[in-house]
């Protein structure tokens, strides 16, 4: 029963930024840390970034370290993903997962995922 939901897709031109919100509903693991990845057309999702389940911790793509936040909103029971400095090639759907997370950029160690939210960024 538990439900991911990302928010806060859109078309925004180089170098601008973007926040996206994962919501979930139902109760999972507190053990479960979050993670972002994302999927170009044609290509294999990919890791972006994790924040670990006592939220004490944080992994990021090199494509994206420097870049990208992935942070909790406490006030609106949130995952976020503040973007910045966008680029074309981040131009993706974006999906949040939960899970164990022990491999942070394995697909496999994700249980539930979202149904993904699209970024574009042109040039």
């Known amino acids: 029963q538990v439900q991911l939901a990302e928010s806060g897709g859109g078309l925004v031109q180089a170098g601008a930024s973007l926040r996206l919100s994962c919501a979930a509903s139902?109760?999972?693991?507190?053990?479960?840390?979050m993670a972002w990845f994302r999927q170009a057309p044609e290509k294999e999702r990919e890791f972006i970034a994790q924040?670990?389940?006592?939220?004490?911790?944080?992994t990021y793509a090199d494509s994206v370290k420097g870049r990208f936040t992935i942070s909790r909103d406490n006030a609106k029971n949130t995952v976020d993903l503040q973007m910045t400095s966008l680029k074309p090639e981040d131009t993706a759907v974006y999906y949040c997962?939960?899970?164990?997370?022990?491999?942070?950029?394995?697909?496999?160690?994700?249980?539930?995922w979202g149904q993904g939210t699209q970024v574009t960024v042109s040039s």
């Open positions: 997962a939960a899970g164990s997370g022990s491999n942070v950029r394995a697909i496999y160690d994700y249980a539930y």
């Open positions: 139902g109760p999972f693991p507190s053990s479960y840390a």
């Open positions: 924040l670990s389940a006592s939220g004490s911790r944080t």
